[in-house]
């Protein structure tokens, strides 16, 4: 039992390319989730996910898109990054009455 | 709409005093509220959730809905608590959670 799996742990990007950071999870939750976290902001939610199939924009889409491919995996993609994207991703998952489980982090770094 | 502050961005104080970290939130319906906790190099892990009304490693919580408040308490630090602190709410579709800005505790020895 893994619980939530973020890779990769560590990017550089160069402004305009894109990639895809991953997130999957063995808990069997309905909902998952992608924060990205910044020095004073705290964690702000980007998308989420509440069931299979379902997505909802959180509180700072703009930038991103997310794709819930199966209960198990939700993944955040950035078209064309910019530098205000760099930032550490969290992804985390919940479900029933547990708390929220959050992965390792994606530390991103555009430049 | 929903919104947690957490007005202290960093907290300094030494091994063996109280501590209190602050949490207020605003939320028209009941909400559910957490600390979770951020140690160096580590995940963000639950640390408490009030509807618990436990303590983990010495720290409690009490909501307090007439303060709109949820603050973190702790009777004596210790050096191991140094983290980043955050306060949570649960409302809305799916669970969704919000959080607060986030408050670093560091315990001096």
């Known amino acids: 039992n893994a619980g939530v799996t973020q890779t990769p742990k560590f990017q550089v990007l160069k402004t305009g390319q894109s990639m895809t950071l991953q997130c999957a999870q063995d808990?069997?939750?309905?909902?998952m989730y992608w924060y990205r976290q910044d020095p004073g902001m705290g964690l702000r939610l980007i998308y989420y996910?509440?069931?299979?199939?379902?997505?909802d924009k959180g509180e700072v889409p703009n930038g991103y898109n997310v794709s819930r491919l199966n209960k198990r995996e939700f993944s955040l993609r950035l078209e064309s990054a910019a530098p205000s994207q760099t930032s550490v991703y969290f992804c985390?998952?919940?479900?029933?009455?547990?708390?929220?489980?959050f992965g390792n982090g994606t530390r991103l770094t555009v430049t | 709409a929903q919104r947690v502050t957490q007005p202290e961005k960093l907290l300094s104080v030494f091994k063996g005093a109280p501590v209190e970290l602050k949490c207020n939130y605003s939320?028209?319906?009941?909400?559910?509220l957490f600390w979770y906790v951020q140690y160096s190099r580590q995940r963000l892990q639950l640390l408490l959730r009030?509807?618990s009304r436990e303590s983990i490693k010495g720290f409690t919580a009490d909501l307090n809905k007439g303060e709109t408040s949820f603050h973190l308490k702790k009777p004596f630090a210790q050096e191991e608590d140094s983290a980043m602190y955050y306060c949570a709410l649960s409302g809305g579709a799916g669970n969704m959670l919000t959080f607060g800005g986030g408050t670093r505790l560091m315990v001096k020895p």
């Open positions: 985390a998952s919940i479900g029933g009455n547990s708390p929220l489980h």
């Open positions: 939320y028209s319906g009941s909400p559910e």
């Open positions: 808990m069997n939750h309905n909902s």
């Open positions: 996910s509440a069931s299979e199939g379902t997505t």
């Open positions: 009030h509807i």
